[in-house]
C-alpha cells in the first residue's frame, strides 16, 4: 500500500501564481522527499528533508514538515509553465538494516500562460 | 555525471508471452531499484537490491517477476509469462548511499505494453 497521499490530486493556476501541494503519511518516518515527474519522463528529486527538520528551501521551492501531524507541503513560488509536471512525495523508513521510500499517488499540477 | 540508462523504450507484448528490461545505473551507486508505475498512480517498488544482493523483494509477483544484479552494476527485470495488468511503465532508479537515506536517481523508464 502507498504511505504518502498528495492533495489536491490536480491543480491548475496561472503562470507567475504560487502552487501548494499537501502529503500526509501515516507511520514515522525518517525522511520525506519531494520529485517531479515530467510526462513520459522518469522522477527527479527536488528536495530532501529529514525528520528532525521543520523546514528546507531550495531556489523557489520551500517543504516543509510537521511529523506531529505527519503531513509535509510542497510550495513553489511564481510558477511557470515548465513547472507542469506531476509532483510525489515519497517517505523514507529505516527498518532494521534495510530502507524502504515509498511514494504517494501525486499532484499534477498545471500552469498555463 | 552519466544518468541511469534503461532499454527498451517501449515494448508491446501479448499476453503470456515475455519480456525483459535492462538499466545500467549511475557509477559508483551501490543501490538499484525497479519501480513499477500503473498509469495515473505513483511509483511502486518492486525490489531493491544492495549491491548485489537483494534487500528488498516483498512486492515482487515472484511466480513471473525475476531480476538480477550482474556484479553490482547492470540489471535486468523479466516478466514471464506476462499478464494485461503487467502494463505500466517500468523505472530503475540508482542512489549513492545505503537504501533511502539519499536522492533516488531515476531513468526514464520501459513503457510495457501488454496486449
Known amino acids: 500500500s502507498q504511505q504518502g497521499e498528495e492533495d489536491p490530486q490536480a491543480l491548475s493556476i496561472q503562470e507567475g501564481e504560487n502552487a501548494t501541494m499537501n502529503c500526509s503519511y501515516k507511520?514515522?518516518?525518517?525522511?520525506l522527499q519531494w520529485y517531479r515527474q515530467n510526462s513520459g519522463r522518469g522522477l527527479v528529486h527536488l528536495i530532501l528533508i529529514r525528520s528532525n527538520e521543520r523546514e528546507k528551501h531550495s531556489g523557489r521551492l520551500r517543504v516543509t514538515l510537521d511529523t506531529s501531524k505527519k503531513s509535509s507541503s510542497l510550495l513553489i513560488t511564481a510558477s511557470r509553465a515548465a513547472d507542469t509536471a506531476s509532483y510525489f512525495c515519497?517517505?523514507?523508513?529505516?527498518?532494521?538494516?534495510?530502507?524502504?521510500?515509498?511514494f504517494g499517488t501525486g499532484t499534477r499540477l498545471q500552469v498555463t500562460l | 555525471e552519466a544518468g541511469v540508462a534503461q532499454s527498451p523504450r517501449y515494448k508491446i507484448i501479448e499476453k503470456r508471452q515475455s519480456v525483459a528490461f535492462w538499466c545500467n545505473p549511475i557509477s559508483g551507486h551501490a543501490t538499484l531499484y525497479w519501480y513499477q508505475q500503473i498509469l495515473g498512480q505513483g511509483p511502486k517498488l518492486l525490489i531493491q537490491?544492495?549491491?548485489?544482493?537483494?534487500?528488498?523483494d516483498s512486492q515482487l509477483p515472484k511466480d513471473r517477476f525475476s531480476a538480477e544484479r550482474l556484479k553490482g552494476v547492470d540489471s535486468t527485470l523479466k516478466i514471464q509469462p506476462a499478464k494485461l495488468e503487467d502494463s505500466a511503465v517500468y523505472l530503475c532508479?540508482?542512489?549513492f548511499g545505503q537504501g533511502a537515506g539519499s536522492p533516488l536517481h531515476f531513468g526514464n523508464g520501459t513503457r510495457l505494453t501488454v496486449t
Open positions: 537490491f544492495q549491491n548485489n544482493g537483494v534487500v528488498d
Open positions: 515519497a517517505t523514507a523508513i529505516f527498518p532494521g538494516t534495510a530502507s524502504k521510500l515509498t
Open positions: 532508479a540508482s542512489s
Open positions: 507511520t514515522s518516518i525518517n525522511n
